[in-house]
């Protein structure tokens, strides 16, 4: 009597197990909407990646060009400074020749 008890508790435990774990239609269901889910994440992280790419050829471009409109005022400058260096040296050599 003891021993079919015992079975009967492992048959109820199995059960109870069982029906906890759902029906392999639902479990294929679950299984089909992980799979959804991890499809559509894996597609956002490929959009991430493209449009990291993407910014990074946005930050070059705008880091090269603003390079190249610094050297450029850069190089105005250096001319204005040379210009009126030299004519300030043009007109000392003015004064020192009337002199």
Same mark, same amino acid.
């Given at each position: 009597?003891?021993?079919?008890?015992? @079975?009967?508790? $492992? $048959?109820?435990?199995?059960?109870?197990?069982?029906?906890?774990?759902?029906?392999?239609? =639902?479990?294929?269901?679950?299984?089909?909407?992980?799979?959804? #889910?991890?499809?559509? @994440?894996? #597609? #956002?992280?490929?959009?991430?990646?493209?449009?990291? *790419?993407?910014?990074? $050829?946005?930050? =070059?471009?705008?880091?090269?060009?603003?390079?190249?409109?610094? %050297?450029?005022?850069?190089?105005?400058?250096?001319?204005? *400074?040379?210009?009126?260096?030299?004519? *300030?040296?043009? %007109?000392?050599? %003015?004064?020192?020749?009337?002199?």
């Amino acid at each position: 009597m003891f021993f079919f008890s015992g @079975l009967n508790k $492992k $048959k109820e435990q199995y059960e109870a197990e069982l029906e906890s774990l759902g029906s392999i239609r =639902d479990m294929h269901l679950k299984e089909s909407e992980a799979s959804g #889910k991890i499809s559509g @994440l894996e #597609k #956002k992280i490929q959009y991430a990646e493209i449009e990291k *790419v993407q910014s990074n $050829k946005k930050a =070059d471009s705008l880091l090269l060009l603003w390079y190249n409109q610094a %050297c450029n005022s850069y190089f105005i400058l250096l001319f204005v *400074v040379l210009f009126l260096f030299f004519l *300030v040296l043009e %007109c000392l050599m %003015c004064l020192l020749y009337v002199y």
